[in-house]
């Protein structure tokens, strides 16, 4: 570097500063009228989809846990070593075709339905007559959806929140209204194929009990229809709560009578949590049963902030906010920037991540929580090709590390079962992990054709997000007690699975995918499986070195580390530049089947890998940036996550316009009224994707012993400010930068240790005390 931090006031501080943080609002001037217009609600475990519909309101209910089968019901796939030995020959001969079909027959349970399922729905019958000066909102803040309007000249409003400090789903309706509120309320849950999957019954004269169990009446399984009829059975319980009118049931109704204010409490237990789970739904109900609004509300309130108001980040004058969020949306359509919806946007990644994802939950799954489908696109499950790894790509930079806890909790049960397979079918050592899985943990592949179903690359991908949550965190118990294991496991695995690449010797994964996209080989077919495909070498490079360093830090001087680090000196490179200049997505410079493809496989490497930097990897670095001017010439991208993914990918490449370009057009192409990410349909990964691409631009650590500040900042954010950002090193960074420059900085180190800062060409090595913060005023 040419230069240190100059005209600079630094200081060292003990002192904690504290957030200040705007109100960050999602607003409507209409009710929703399709479900990607409800404002979602939720605790982790337990949400719902407000409708904010005048009269005939409609929340659309959600719980984790819900989904047919269990952990015992189905088996891994048939497929031995001597079919895989067959595979492998089959591509030495070059018969790929072969490889792929004997892949999918034998180790692929191919087309599968078994998915997460809605809880239900909570439907509303009042008798306004009309409505006027309708608002529907979405705090961010607060994490309550709030509908108000005003009938007949009265005020009426609706509260909703999802409390995790309660375990509950509650609902506060207020009127001056001197008729108040009059009508029915009923709870019911769709039918699974004709069947009814659940009954509403009144318990008494205030309270609805329904309960059910999850099946899949058209579930599939090896591509042939398969009926499930056993599940997670569930409880859910509805009270409700008056200061004035009047309250009845009927069989399976509450009955409202002129109440001017009433709430509402919902919770609901399932047989997944809890074995006397009809006992857990009634002493949940029971510990909030006396207790007020504003008692519920402010303890909702307080343990949610504790969450999201460790940072704040400000990219827009502070004005008031007259625009309703669906018209911004159609303004960015129309080629205009709005630095608050990119904002807000933001915002609503972290919002979502604490909704869905909570320590002792079940992990985001394709749509986090939110869910109304008995048979949801995807299944609704975890599909670990990126898309589970982009749902928690925010959380430990946004400050919010404990919510990973969820998903270590399950890759952890996910790497058990995968050894059965890695042992089964393979003959082999270690854990093999599937591209694909659901709250079960099964670890066999997935799908009838090999180009998405056929990667064993998922493990080691997987295995990034335990190495680097312990970078963030330095959690050392953290590293031996979980991290390691897993990557002991995951590396185990790999080891066995190698094989000699016949043209140089080389070590190669085979067969080997490069999700979800084929190549066209020399006998002109369309095929997917190979030897040594760029993606699988990168991800086993990346596993295997960061097992080594664990090893090392834990001082495990064990026979895999000396056999892991043998074979890593003979890995054959996944990052190989051909002759155009781009990185090659197979093991030959294959023609591409489709040259725009959405998946960017061969660039794990450069993002969410970190062996391809620009100051230690110069020419890969450039042909990072050709290889994605390729993919985009012909059309790649597309909606949705991938969209995301580029965000981040051009945050890497230190090019703050490229970054926003695709902010811009995520924008306009790739949201749905109420902010959830269209891929189409509904993808909760593409919301958590662009939250972590915002982080990127703004602070990297991704490089061994620095931290680059403001390394992508466009020319559309020419002020702003960001406090509570994390960086690898357990390091917490607060920012403020003026007219495209930065004017203050305040690091503050979270265990001692030194760290290298750059900033627009100037460098600053700083050496900080546990609890020393280093600050800087330009």
Not at 499 to 516: I, K, N
Request: aromatic share 10%; hydrophobic share 40%.
């Amino acid at each position: 570097m040419l230069k240190f931090f100059a005209s600079a006031l630094i200081s060292l501080s003990l002192v904690n500063l504290a957030y200040s943080q705007s109100t960050s609002i999602l607003w409507y001037n209409q009710a929703a009228e399709e479900w990607e217009e409800g404002l979602p609600v939720g605790n982790g475990r337990l949400g719902a989809m407000v409708m904010g519909i005048p009269g005939q309101e409609h929340l659309q209910l959600n719980e984790d846990s819900l989904w047919p089968g269990g952990y015992e019901d189905w088996g891994l796939a048939e497929g031995k070593r001597a079919d895989l030995d067959q595979i492998r020959a089959y591509l030495l001969a070059g018969d790929n075709k072969k490889a792929d079909s004997l892949l999918v027959l034998k180790f692929s349970r191919k087309g599968v339905t078994r998915s997460h399922q809605t809880m239900g729905d909570l439907w509303f019958n009042f008798d306004w007559i009309e409505s006027q000066n309708y608002r529907r909102s979405l705090n961010l803040e607060t994490a309550t959806v709030l509908t108000q309007f005003i009938s007949e000249g009265f005020e009426v409003s609706q509260e909703v929140i999802a409390s995790a400090a309660d375990n509950a789903l509650i609902i506060r309706f207020k009127t001056n209204h001197p008729k108040g509120f009059n009508g029915e309320i009923s709870m019911n849950r769709p039918e699974d194929n004709g069947f009814a999957t659940a009954k509403t019954t009144a318990l008494n004269d205030r309270q609805l009990e329904m309960s059910g169990m999850i099946t899949q009446r058209k579930g599939q399984l090896d591509s042939k229809p398969v009926e499930i009829l056993n599940g997670v059975k569930f409880q859910t319980l509805l009270f409700a709560q008056n200061q004035s009118g009047e309250i009845s049931t009927t069989d399976s109704t509450l009955v409202i009578s002129g109440a001017k204010e009433f709430m509402l409490k919902l919770v609901s237990a399932t047989s997944f949590y809890h074995e006397n789970f009809e006992a857990e739904a009634e002493r949940q109900l029971e510990k909030i049963q006396l207790k007020s609004w504003g008692e519920l509300l402010h303890t909702h309130e307080t343990e949610y902030a504790s969450w999201f108001k460790r940072m704040d980040l400000q990219l827009s004058p502070n004005e008031p906010d007259n625009i309703t969020t669906d018209a911004r949306i159609e303004r960015v359509k129309n080629g205009e920037v709005d630095l608050h919806l990119e904002q807000l946007l933001f915002d609503y990644g972290r919002y979502l991540l604490i909704s869905s994802s909570r320590p002792g939950t079940n992990p985001a799954n394709l749509q986090g929580l939110w869910n109304r489908h008995i048979a949801a696109p995807w299944n609704a499950d975890y599909h670990v090709n990126i898309n589970l790894q982009m749902n928690y790509w925010p959380a430990d930079v946004t400050n919010l590390s404990q919510l990973n806890e969820p998903l270590f909790n399950f890759i952890d049960g996910l790497i058990e079962n995968g050894k059965n397979a890695a042992r089964e079918n393979f003959d082999m050592a270690g854990s093999m992990v599937p591209h694909t899985t659901d709250l079960w943990q099964v670890a066999f592949l997935r799908a009838a054709t090999a180009y998405w179903g056929g990667w064993i690359g998922a493990g080691g991908w997987i295995g990034r997000h335990y190495w680097d949550h312990y970078l963030f965190t330095q959690d050392r118990q953290f590293l031996e007690e979980r991290a390691f294991p897993a990557l002991e496991a995951i590396s185990a695995f790999y080891s066995d699975w190698l094989v000699e690449y016949p043209a140089d010797g080389t070590l190669v994964s085979s067969p080997s995918t490069s999700p979800e996209n084929q190549f066209i080989n020399s006998k002109g077919e369309v095929v997917a499986t190979t030897m040594g495909a760029a993606m699988d070498q990168q991800i086993i490079a990346d596993i295997f070195n960061n097992f080594l360093k664990a090893s090392d830090l834990l001082g495990k001087k064990t026979p895999l580390r000396e056999k892991v680090k043998t074979q890593l000196d003979k890995l054959r490179p996944g990052v190989q530049i051909a002759e155009d200049g781009r990185i090659l997505e197979w093991d030959q410079p294959y023609e591409e089947n489709e040259k725009g493809h959405r998946h960017m496989s061969h660039l794990y490497a450069f993002h969410p890998g970190d062996a391809i930097t620009k100051s230690e990897t110069p020419e890969a670095f450039a042909a990072v940036r050709k290889t994605l001017e390729f993919r985009l010439a012909n059309g790649g991208a597309g909606t949705g996550w991938s969209r995301a993914w580029l965000i981040n990918f051009s945050a890497r490449l230190l090019d703050g316009e490229m970054a926003h370009e695709h902010i811009q057009k995520l924008l306009a192409q790739s949201l749905y009224p109420n902010l959830f990410d269209g891929h189409p349909p509904f993808q909760i990964d593409g919301n958590f994707g662009y939250t972590a691409g915002v982080a990127e631009m703004l602070i990297q650590s991704h490089e061994t012993g620095l931290i680059r500040l403001l390394p992508a900042l466009p020319k559309a954010w020419a002020s702003g400010s960001v406090s509570g950002l994390k960086a690898r090193g357990d390091y917490t960074i607060d920012m403020t930068w003026q007219d495209g420059e930065l004017k203050s900085c305040r690091i503050q180190a979270g265990k001692t240790g030194k760290i290298l800062v750059l900033y627009d060409g100037s460098e600053m090595d700083i050496d900080l005390e546990r609890g020393q913060s280093f600050e800087v005023e330009f």
